[in-house]
């Protein structure tokens, strides 16, 4: 599969179709409402080799980020290595729409998940987190309808807009102590949560953060909140 990114709206698709010529690459995009051209002078395509779960791009650092997984979920366990490298990042949209990820587990390298990483994993119940995890990216967990519970790591210090957006099945969440601001929408419609204690350092919570989250009888709201 290729990629591309809209500058628009900072969102990742498949593409349809490519031809190339000498000076730039014209891609048909399928989409469910019909197809437009777009064409581009440079960008990145990632490619999964045959029999590969994962595809990935090398970092300055000598690290790895994934971007592309191709597996049959199920229970996941990521690698700690790809292509003799450590992987210190989860790219946006990797896991988008794998209804078939049960469980997922992240190898302790990993700093960063990116924008909609498990975003609509519908069967995902179970995710377990790097203590060294410190981005959380926009909706990572969005649309994770059978998620229960989440450990987030220590390091996380924001919680991310729409991160756990319509979680339905969430119960509870231990929000870290370092963690200083809560995203727009970030627990918004998690009908089944209960407790979601806000730690003292909090300064900032977005909008609607909480919002349809109808078992949630009470929060308290740190001192030190000032939007």
């Known amino acids: 599969r290729f990629f591309y990114r809209l500058a628009t709206n900072d969102t990742w698709a498949s593409l349809g179709a490519i031809n ?18 777009v064409t581009f002078n440079r960008f990145l395509v990632t490619t999964v080799a045959a029999g590969e779960q994962y595809g990935f791009t090398t ?19 990521v690698p700690e290595q790809l292509g003799g490298l450590p992987v210190s990042a989860i790219g946006g949209y990797v896991f988008d729409n794998c209804t078939g990820l049960t469980s997922v587990t992240l190898p302790d390298g990993v700093a960063s998940l990116g924008d909609n990483a498990f975003r609509n994993c519908t069967g995902l119940t179970n995710a377990v987190l790097p203590s060294g995890l410190t ?9 994770c309808s059978s998620l229960t519970r989440l450990a987030i790591p220590n390091g996380v210090t924001t ?3 729409q991160a756990f957006l ?23 419609c998690c009908g089944e949560l209960t407790s979601a204690p806000i730690p003292s350092g909090v300064t900032s919570i977005g909008d609607w953060a ?17 939007s």
């Open 20 to 37: 190339t010529s000498d000076t730039h690459t014209r891609v048909a995009l399928f989409f469910k409402g019909g197809a437009m051209n």
């Open 59 to 77: 970092n300055a650092d000598d690290t790895v980020t994934i971007t592309e997984y191709a597996g049959a979920g199920g229970s996941v366990v």
């Open 135 to 143: 981005t959380l990216g926009t909706g990572a967990f969005s649309g």
């Open 159 to 161: 919680l991310s807009d």
């Open 166 to 188: 319509c979680c339905s099945s969430l119960t509870n969440v231990a929000i870290p102590d370092g963690v200083a601001s809560i995203g727009a929408y970030a627990f918004y």
């Open 210 to 226: 909480f919002s349809s989250c109808s078992k949630l009888t009470s929060v308290t709201i740190p001192v030190g909140v000032t």
